[in-house]
């Protein structure tokens, strides 16, 4: 599969891999590629085809073990399955043979278990020892764990303890999604030994012309349709490549079922507050203000402003422009929409059209009527637009005029 962009981050990621120990951060949002960033770096570092012949390529011969962090956070999950895939060598410290229990794939390479200990805080501490002793005994070696955000709390402290003890031959490279995540990450990096270096790159989605390139890759025959796909998918690499396939599949570009999956199910996980926010950002067209949002979704201002933060924070709604807030895609927008219930619906709706106090100003029906009529559009336009009859807007322009002094809906543009 084609890889775009990224030139700079592949770079960074390359350099402060050479430089060992070191912790690496990598955030970003899901789908936006943190995986296939690091499989770029590490999968064929020597490549002349490599976008970035200037930059350090990967040492030959290092090693990179990865595992992942699982929504339901087994104890040491990703420090298991990234062991495992390890070639111990022959002479180990018999500290080692702690781990035996947890890999019994290559327990006949590890040294005999040493004695149990009465003090679990005591074992666990020559566990902890055990893993870095045999990353020590791997070297080079970089450790990847991906997905943070999903790490359960003994990996969680082992992955602090290995930070700061981490041997001169290893790289640790964490991933995780910010809007997922509980606990600061940053704990890692915090009390890092100086010469311990640490390394943070924040993947932003692809831009236009990225987007384009991809979309170009994907889809070699202009398909009707895929023209500008960055609008919709926010350039969100995962988004772009269901959309591409739901064309070249000659679907109608609907919201790809794995993306409305992954939003729903982050939906799900809100406080009732913050998922009504994020349904009443749905079924308005522009971003708002926090106040809008919490009229529409019908909840108390306080239980609004904390949903509108943790809608923020999830990454389902974005800031757009100060104080204004809407869903963060196109597609987000359109698998919400998708998923409100007549009943929920036509609640918002109602409180949608409910005119606004005090008198004179527009209730947030007529804000949206008013701001697309402003951008020129006809009332059937706006209708369409807002899944109303076209009777219906013309008396939202009526009575936004005569609220708002006017007398010509041209004034509204001025
Ligand atoms: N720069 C890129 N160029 C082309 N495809 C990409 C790029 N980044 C990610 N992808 C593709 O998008 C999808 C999601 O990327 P992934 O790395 O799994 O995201 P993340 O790990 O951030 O959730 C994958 O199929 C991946 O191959
Ligand atoms: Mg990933």
Not at 120 to 140: D, K
Not at 247 to 267: H, N
């Amino acid at each position: 599969m084609p890889f775009v962009g990224r030139a700079r981050e592949l770079c960074q990621l390359a350099d402060a891999l050479s430089r060992p120990p070191v912790v690496v951060l990598i955030e970003g949002e899901a789908g936006v590629g943190k995986t296939r960033l690091l499989h770029e770096l590490t999968s064929h570092p020597l490549s002349t085809s490599h976008p970035l012949p200037a930059c350090h390529p990967m040492p030959v011969g290092r090693a990179v073990l990865t595992g992942r962090c699982h929504p339901m956070r087994f104890p040491y999950g990703p420090i298991v399955e990234a062991l495992r895939d390890a070639c111990p060598p022959r002479e180990l410290n018999p500290v080692t043979g702690a781990l035996r229990p947890l890999l019994p794939e290559y327990a006949h390479l590890l040294p005999p278990a040493p004695p149990p200990l009465s003090d679990a805080h005591v074992e666990r501490h020559r566990l902890f020892r055990g893993v870095l002793s045999l990353l020590e005994a791997l070297c080079p070696v970089t450790l990847v764990v991906e997905d943070v955000h999903w790490v359960d709390p003994d990996t969680r402290e082992l992955l602090s303890f290995l930070a700061r003890c981490l041997p001169d031959t290893v790289g640790l490279v964490l991933t995780y999604r910010a809007e997922d995540l509980r606990h600061p990450v940053a704990e890692v990096l915090a009390h890092l030994p100086p010469h311990i270096d640490h390394a943070e790159l924040s993947l932003a989605p692809l831009d236009p012309e990225e987007t384009a390139l991809l979309v170009k890759h994907l889809l070699p025959g202009s398909l009707p349709g895929s023209a500008d796909l960055w609008p919709l998918t926010g350039g969100v690499p995962f988004a772009i490549e269901e959309l591409a396939r739901m064309l070249a599949e000659g679907r109608e570009p609907g919201t790809p079922p794995a993306l409305r999956d992954a939003v729903l199910l982050k939906l799900e996980s809100l406080p009732l507050a913050a998922r009504r926010i994020v349904q009443a950002a749905a079924v308005m067209s522009d971003p708002v203000c926090g106040k809008t949002l919490a009229g529409v979704a019908g909840v108390p201002a306080e239980q609004g402003e904390r949903g509108l933060a943790e809608a923020v924070r999830r990454g389902l709604l974005r800031e757009w422009t100060p104080g204004r807030y809407g869903l963060r895609q196109p597609l987000t927008r359109q698998a919400v929409c998708e998923s409100i219930t007549p009943t929920v619906r036509r609640r918002l709706n109602r409180r949608l059209d409910a005119p606004a106090e005090p008198q004179g100003t527009l209730s947030p029906r007529e804000e949206q009527v008013v701001r697309l009529a402003a951008d020129g559009l006809t009332n059937k336009e706006i209708a369409e637009n807002l899944f109303l009859s076209p009777r219906t807007v013309e008396v939202h322009v009526a009575n936004a005029l005569h609220k708002l002094g006017l007398t010509s809906r041209r004034q509204l543009s001025r």
